[in-house]
């Protein structure tokens, strides 16, 4: 009887893959949910797919000629990139930006920060099987796209940011101006309407409420950034700390719950702020010239540049030498957020699995990087490397 009655009880762990190729998912990562009665035990995440090396291609090539490579890292964030690896170089080589230059970075970084969180709410909304949300906010989205192409030139990668200023063709004329404003009044209704249907939504709220929560000190300690850290209670934004910002006014959003709620409600409140920074640096806009020519090149120890992506913390580095790129570095977001889901959906059903890998906004093409691994003893030193 006893031997039955532990047969009866025993419980088998099931092994459930997700990837590489999934409806659910932008881009090709696998996850291994590892479920027991249909709760997520463990959960293992496997990204390099996408990797392409982009380090190392960098490797030797002109400085200018590098900085437009990097803006091929990533399409939704291609502009993040270019402007992170550009602002690396001027503060190695002393360059010193125009201020008209500046506040035309700063609007195509929050043009971008708006497409990038839309893209995120409606990949979520997808995600939770509610096209007619997914579908407005694509919509929403579609006018922030003509609007980066009416600057940059492209609805991807732009090639705003340059040694010094911003691209001839990136210039803003009155016309321009008024598009930007129309665009912000058109964007702002829209994501009001949006939020106040999706937030009245319960069976929405019910689906999301709770789920993938992300403790604060976890958090912390996996090294989460941006709105992921942001949605656990953290006061955390770099832009508070970048020279770029200094003369707008813009409240620092947290969430208390670190949930999928949370991380949702996140970027559509960060969205409103972003529409306030532009309508700031467009109503502000300085005066005179676009770029600053006069630089010269000459040799550099290792540069370091860290800004805040619509994804959290975007880290360059690199040296010059001979006009050219050496030991580049580049360390994006999404890797330490991705790990952080691990650990967020263990104790959720497994058909909320993919919901909580994705309320990170994971982006696996600029994750895919260079990695060192190290082991760690009890004393928190380095005993291994792979």
């Not at 590489?20 to 990562?29: C, D, G, S």
């Not at 949910?33 to 293992?44: G, L, M, N, S, T």
């Not at 797919?49 to 291609?78: D, F, Q």
């Not at 190290?374 to 004393?379: F, P, R, V, Y």
Request: with cysteine.
């Amino acid at each position: 009887m006893e031997e039955k009655r532990a047969k009866k009880e025993e419980v088998i762990e099931t092994e459930i893959q997700m990837g590489t190729v999934h409806p659910a998912a932008l881009e090709p990562y696998r996850v291994r949910f590892f479920v027991e009665d249909e709760i997520i035990k463990d959960a293992e995440i496997t990204v390099g797919v996408n990797h392409r090396g982009v380090e190392r291609i960098m490797e030797g090539l002109p400085v200018e000629k590098a900085n437009a490579l990097t803006e091929k890292i990533c399409g939704i964030c291609s502009n993040s990139h270019v402007w992170n690896s550009v602002r690396t170089a001027e503060k190695g080589l002393e360059v010193d930006v125009p201020d008209r230059a500046v506040y035309i970075r700063v609007i195509m970084g929050e043009l971008e920060r708006l497409h990038s969180h839309f893209l995120y709410l409606a990949h979520g909304c997808e995600v939770l099987g509610h096209e007619t949300f997914s579908m407005r906010v694509f919509y929403m989205r579609e006018t922030i796209m003509e609007l980066l192409s009416m600057i940059g030139g492209n609805r991807v990668q732009y090639g705003c940011a340059i040694i010094g200023g911003v691209r001839p063709r990136c210039e803003l004329d009155e016309n321009r101006i008024q598009r930007l404003i129309d665009g912000m009044n058109k964007t702002e209704e829209a994501l009001t309407n949006f939020a106040d249907r999706f937030l009245h939504d319960t069976m929405v709220m019910s689906r999301i409420t709770g789920v993938g929560v992300l403790p604060q000190e976890q958090a912390i300690k996996l090294a989460v950034s941006g709105p992921t850290l942001r949605a656990t209670g953290v006061k955390s934004d770099l832009r508070t700390g970048m020279y770029e910002y200094e003369n707008f006014d813009y409240d620092l959003i947290t969430q208390p719950d670190g949930d999928v709620k949370s991380n949702l409600l996140m970027r559509v409140l960060e969205s409103f702020e972003s529409i306030k920074i532009i309508r700031q640096a467009v109503k502000n806009l300085p005066s005179g010239s676009i770029s600053n020519r006069s630089w010269e090149m000459f040799d550099c120890d290792i540069i370091e540049s860290h800004i805040e992506v619509p994804r959290g913390d975007l880290y360059d580095s690199f040296a010059i030498e001979d006009g050219r790129i050496r030991s580049c570095l580049i360390r994006t977001p999404s890797l330490a957020n991705i790990g952080a889901m691990q650990y967020a959906c263990i104790g959720d059903s497994i058909t909320d699995g993919q919901l909580c890998i994705v309320q990170c906004d994971p982006c696996f093409t600029c994750t895919d990087r260079a990695v060192e691994i190290i082991q760690l003893d009890k004393n928190d030193k380095k005993i291994m490397r792979k």
